[in-house]
Each structure stands twice: as structure tokens, then as C-alpha cells.
């Protein structure tokens, strides 16, 4: 195997100092973690990478230089030297890792860099697109719009084209034009996809024919929005925007807003953050000092008198604030920082893995 002759050439020759890159034991407590992702969270140690399991077990060496979570069942990971490539979830390279830079998987595709040109590589570690690109983006979903909706939205990406993006799609065509200042992938919405782009200083939002739900007028926009309303601002005044029916609610009471998730979005008030609904009014009170997104567990990250803790939907703290620092629920666990060390608990707060990592790197 490719993985076992990599690491027998990594720190030097005596077996203690190879040991803490070799699967199988307990990941390195000097090592600093990151979020899990399909099963698997990075950790590093000294200037290699690798992976832990849900049990806190090394089950991919510590070997690479840099190393990405997983997605869609692939990690991108750069080998010795400098090139990147990608691994499955036994650690095995799929495809040559040849490639100068590289985005993650998204429905099916991965942007790839070889010198100036972007393309695309599918699943199997093959050439999709072949780089051409002065630049490209991840791909957003297909959406089927019924027949009595016109005609299907393909795969597109986002890809730039001189000074100009436009969407290419799974083939490399170009099917929206470059005439963009700058583009966003396209998410789902309630029966289309809907990407943000920029022209000159404004942003808005397109459907997947490259055709404006709502015109350039934002001096911000969210980039990846959720449930289809999307977080704007215009000058001073933050609000709304519903990409189904392009309708905008904006107010000078709002500080920030964040990304809608479960119905919600965070949104600061007075120096203070509660959660907004999607008819851009206050859901849940701005009384934290901190919060984030909920997650697919029903549950955010909030912060009071200086601790960390989790609230439902209600606002009410099921994990009580009691952490120095914390981060989001994430594959059905999360980060928290007790002390100087970094562990994972479950919903009910309970520790997955105890805190015995070191702090994320600055």
C-alpha cells in the first residue's frame, strides 16, 4: 500500500519517532483537531496531517502536508512536496495528486489548479473539465422543474473567463455567459437554483438560466444562503430577501445577519445576537453575546457571561454555558475547548471523545 511505504519514510529512524504517524492508535494529544466530517476529523501534529475516527483512533497516518475534511466520501490532501490531491476513506489516493491547488467535492466534481487553469475531476479521480479556467467554483445542484416549469436546471459552476464569470457546466460548456464581476455557486431553492453574482458594486441573484430573481442593488449579499431567504444588506440597513418571489424586507434595527439554517438565521441587535425567522423578524431574543447557525441537530452555539453553550429553537440552553470556547454541531458532534484542550461531546453534552487535543492553530 501507497499510504504504508509513505510513512515508513517519514520521521527518521527510530520507531518512537514514527510511531505517532501510524493508524491504529490513539490520535497524537499534542495534535490539533477540526470539525467531523462523513466520519472522519483531521489532526495534526508538528507539520503533518492525517485523520481520526469517531472513536478518537488514527485511522489515516499522519502523512500529508495539509489536509481538508472529508466530503462526498473524498478529502483533498496535499502529499510530500507540494501537490494536492485526493484520498477515500481508507486513505488511498484516488486519482495522481499532481494538482497545484484544489477545491472539495460538490455533487460529484472537484475543481483542480495544474499551473494558471482550473478544471474539474469527478469521483473516479479522472479529468471532468480540463483546466481552462482563470478561475472555478464549486458545482451547485441540478433541479428538475416539472414539465410545466420549462426546461431542467443542469449542473453548473461557477467558472471566470478573463475578468469575467459565467457557469459552465459538467462538460466544461459554458451555458450562462461571463458577464459577472464575481459568482457564487448555485444552491436550491423551493423549485430552482439560485446563485449569488456582483456586477460592478451591486450584488443579486440569478436563477439557473442566468436570468436576475432579484437585481444588483446589495452592497452584500450571502454568498451560500439557506432555505431560500438570503441575508442582504443595502448602506446601513440589513434584512431579507425571499428568492422565490424576490421580495426584500430590510430594517436599520439590524446589526449583522447570518445564514438562514432550520428556519433561522443569527442576527445582532444593540451589540447583542438572537436568531431571526424567515419574515426577517426576531425569533428568538438578542440576550448572547455569541452565537452561530443551528445545526441539523436543533441545536446553535451560543455564548453568555464569557462561557460557551448549546440552545434548541426555544433559546433555551439544553447544554449549559460552560465552555472557554466551542464550535458548531457537526456530524453529530461537537468541538469544545475546557481548559487548554479540545474534546467533542454529543447533543446531550455528554463527551463523545475527552478533552485531551491541543488548541486549533491561530
Known amino acids: 500500500m501507497l499510504l504504508v511505504a509513505l510513512v515508513g519514510g517519514i520521521g527518521g529512524s527510530g520507531g518512537a519517532a514514527r510511531a505517532q504517524f501510524v493508524a491504529g492508535g490513539s490520535a497524537p494529544t499534542a495534535g490539533a483537531v477540526g470539525d ?3 466520519g472522519f476529523a483531521v489532526v495534526s501534529a508538528g507539520a503533518k496531517s492525517g485523520y481520526m475516527d469517531r472513536a478518537g ?8 502536508d495539509a489536509a481538508r475534511p472529508f466530503r462526498e466520501g473524498f478529502a483533498a490532501a496535499r502529499f510530500l512536496g507540494s501537490k494536492w490531491g485526493f484520498i477515500d476513506a481508507q486513505g488511498m489516493p484516488v486519482g495522481s495528486p499532481e494538482y497545484d491547488a484544489v477545491g472539495d467535492f460538490r455533487e460529484g466534481f472537484a475543481a483542480v489548479r495544474v499551473g494558471d487553469d482550473w478544471g474539474y475531476l469527478d469521483h473516479t479521480g479522472a479529468v471532468a473539465v480540463e483546466p481552462q479556467f482563470a478561475a472555478a467554483r464549486a458545482f451547485g445542484p441540478a433541479v428538475s422543474r416539472g ?3 420549462g426546461a431542467d436546471v443542469p449542473l453548473l459552476a461557477p467558472v471566470r473567463v478573463g475578468d469575467l464569470w459565467g457557469y ?3 462538460k466544461g460548456a459554458l451555458v450562462v455567459a461571463p458577464q459577472f464581476d464575481d459568482a457564487h455557486p448555485f444552491v436550491a431553492t423551493a423549485a430552482d437554483a439560485t446563485a449569488a453574482v456582483r456586477m460592478g458594486e451591486a450584488w443579486g441573484y440569478i436563477d439557473g438560466r442566468g436570468v436576475f430573481v432579484v437585481t444588483p442593488q446589495f452592497d452584500y449579499a450571502d454568498p451560500a444562503p439557506g432555505e431560500g431567504i438570503a441575508a442582504v444588506r443595502s448602506g446601513e440597513n440589513w434584512g431579507v430577501v425571499d428568492l422565490t418571489t424576490g ?3 430590510l430594517s436599520a434595527r439590524y446589526e449583522a445577519i447570518g445564514t438562514f439554517a432550520g428556519g433561522l438565521a443569527p442576527v445582532q441587535l444593540d451589540g447583542l445576537w438572537g436568531w431571526l425567522d424567515r419574515m426577517g423578524e426576531i425569533a428568538i431574543p438578542a440576550t448572547f453575546e455569541d452565537v452561530d447557525g443551528f445545526s441539523p441537530d436543533g441545536l446553535a452555539l451560543a455564548r453568555r ?3 460557551y453553550g448549546y440552545v434548541n429553537r426555544s433559546g433555551a440552553f439544553v ?6 470556547d466551542a464550535w458548531a454541531f457537526a456530524d453529530g458532534v461537537a468541538r469544545v475547548q475546557v481548559g487548554g484542550m479540545v474534546g467533542y461531546i454529543g447533543p446531550n453534552g455528554a463527551f463523545a471523545i475527552a478533552p485531551r487535543f491541543a488548541l486549533p492553530r491561530a
Open 36 to 38: 467531523f466530517s462523513g
Open 147 to 149: 414539465a410545466a416549469s
Open 319 to 324: 447544554v449549559a454555558p460552560q465552555y472557554d
Open 168 to 170: 459552465a457546466d459538467t
Open 57 to 64: 483512533q488514527l485511522a489515516i497516518p499522519l502523512i500529508f
Open 247 to 249: 421580495v426584500v424586507r
Open 305 to 307: 457571561d464569557g462561557k
